[in-house]
């Protein structure tokens, strides 16, 4: 079969690979009908990622159809279209008993923080991703959902990452009605975060980035307040000043180690890697928001220390949170809103690329080329 294959930093180029097969009995294997690349592609594609092997097949948003089942999969058939979570978990240990998908030990047992991901280095448990013909789902009899027979799969895919995550950054900014949310990120989970936060309760939403194209989007998509950080002599002074000198009651980062914006975190962040990523987002999202707010983190950090300004969380009495989406969790309520037209995924897609052209759309949505927000691999198409 056809996969992507990773040479080593901004280097990707298709491969001919073994089949994947059922490895084990909760095992599936799927032939993928969508998958997209996601911004945490790009933490592995620019080389932030420890543990990213050559020849590893990346892709943690995809839907496809089964192909082949495990005989402890008594769930699913042959010929289902289903929508795979970017998360490995197998639904039964203390972390998903819990919920937090996101974190299941048993996927990804080496590892103290992150569970196991498609595609994602083997510091989440090295699986090979569905950027591909076909890939291996394990725990296949708890991951995978259905796809409703009025589902158009572009929505689908996008249940399976992107959606779920900008959905949950805003379910644990904790927002009450009427409450101000800023959004660090215009890419496709921001986008999702900023108009899921009106779904929570918000009365004002503020999208930050400096793309304009991409603010442009989130103006009528979110919709949302925007602004390009080029432009102001002072994020946090300017938040602080479009909100009576309070802060914004909500701030989440959906930009992660890959941010732009401040000219040392990006040396010690992004160039000599003394920090997991610039997390200038991190400082933004602390210092804008109010005494006692929350501040919701999805953008992706190494495993290594950043710098953050953890004095004026204590002083100011923030809550911070943060995890991986937990995509299985949200599923229900979210084929629920994209039924009601309330999410429409779709929107955001600008490139559709066929499998074999997967280097050309890693380029065109790591450079931010041609408009583009959010671009789907169809391998048979
Ligand atoms: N936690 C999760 O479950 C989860 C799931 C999916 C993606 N992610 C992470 O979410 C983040 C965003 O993903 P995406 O697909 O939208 O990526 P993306 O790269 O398309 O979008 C990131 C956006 O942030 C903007 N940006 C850069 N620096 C900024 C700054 N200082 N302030 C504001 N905006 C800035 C960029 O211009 C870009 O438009 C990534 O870090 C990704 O790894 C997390
Ligand atoms: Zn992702
Ligand atoms: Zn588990």
Not at 12 to 19: A, H, I, N, S, T
Not at 103 to 121: D, L, M, Q, R, V
Not at 339 to 368: C, M, Q, W
Request: proline share 6%.
């Amino acid at each position: 079969m056809r996969a992507m294959d990773y040479r080593g930093p901004y280097r990707v180029r298709l491969k001919e690979k073994p089949m994947p097969r059922i490895e084990h009995p909760r095992d599936a294997v799927v032939r993928v009908t969508r998958s997209c690349i996601c911004g945490s592609d790009l933490h592995l594609y620019h080389g932030m990622v420890p543990d990213t092997r050559v020849g590893m097949t990346f892709g943690h948003e995809f839907c496809g159809i089964v192909e082949e089942l495990g005989d402890e999969v008594g769930n699913l058939k042959v010929g289902d279209h289903v929508m795979v979570p970017f998360n490995i978990a197998c639904g039964q240990c203390h972390f998903c008993k819990q919920g937090l998908f996101g974190n299941c030990h048993e996927a990804n047992p080496e590892a103290t923080a992150a569970g196991g991901i498609f595609g994602y280095s083997h510091t989440t448990g090295g699986y090979d991703g569905g950027q591909a013909e076909y890939v291996r789902v394990p725990y296949a009899d708890f991951g995978p959902t259905l796809i409703p027979d009025w589902m158009d799969p572009d929505d689908a895919v996008l249940l399976t990452d992107v959606v779920p995550t900008g959905y949950q950054a805003a379910e644990m900014g904790g927002i009450q009605k009427g409450d101000t949310v800023l959004v660090l990120g215009a890419g496709p989970v921001g986008l999702l975060a900023a108009r899921s936060a009106w779904l929570f309760g918000a009365g004002r939403v503020i999208v930050l980035d400096h793309i304009d194209y991409r603010l442009e989007f989130a103006r009528t998509y979110c919709p949302a307040e925007v602004y390009n950080f080029k432009e102001l002599d002072d994020v946090v002074l300017f938040m602080k000043k479009t909100t009576d000198g309070l802060g914004v009651d909500v701030a989440i980062d959906a930009v992660g180690g890959d941010a732009k914006g401040n000219f040392l975190q990006t040396l010690f962040g992004t160039k000599l890697k003394l920090e997991a990523g610039n997390a200038i987002p991190v400082h933004w999202a602390i210092n804008s928001v109010k005494k006692g707010g929350i501040v919701s983190i999805v953008g992706v950090y190494g495993p290594t220390g950043n710098m953050i300004p953890i004095g004026n969380v204590v002083n100011k009495g923030l809550t911070i949170r943060g995890n991986q989406a937990a995509v299985k969790r949200h599923m229900p309520k979210l084929i629920e809103h994209v039924k009601e037209g309330r999410i429409n995924p779709k929107a955001i897609i600008t490139h559709r690329v066929p499998l074999e052209d997967v280097a050309d759309a890693y380029h065109i949505f790591s450079a931010k080329l041609d408009g583009c927000i959010k671009p789907v691999l169809v391998p048979h198409g």
